[in-house]
């Protein structure tokens, strides 16, 4: 039962570009903030971005003045353009709101893979 369906990720070398896609409900689109999460097995799962329903973003330090999020609520997408990828950005990347965030209730993401 995914209420968000992650796409856009892929290999990629050092210094490329990837935008991530977050598909989810008009509802949940409309009056959630959304963040953009990452996991690489072994580590701690890791906030990279949020965006409030009226558009306010919040970057971790890590991907400030790389990455940019995004949304269209009309479409119920929300966006992650990835700029200047690291090895280190390496993760399965997935979106949720804070509070499924943390009850720990993920979908699927999309894995990015970035080559040096």
């Known amino acids: 039962q995914a209420q968000f369906v992650e796409s856009g990720g892929g290999l990629v070398q050092a210094g490329g570009s990837l935008r991530l896609s977050c598909a989810t409900s008009?509802?949940?689109?409309?009056?959630?903030?959304i963040g953009w999460y990452r996991q690489t097995p072994g580590k701690q799962r890791e906030w990279v971005a949020s965006i409030t329903s009226g558009g306010s973003r919040s970057y971790a330090d890590s991907v400030k003045d790389r990455f940019t999020i995004s949304r269209d609520n009309a479409k119920a997408t929300v966006y992650l353009q990835m700029n200047s990828l690291k090895p280190e950005d390496t993760a399965v990347y997935h979106c949720n709101t804070p509070s499924l965030a943390r009850a720990d209730r993920w979908g699927q993401g999309t894995q990015v893979s970035v080559s040096s």
């Open positions: 008009g509802v949940v689109a409309r009056i959630n903030t």
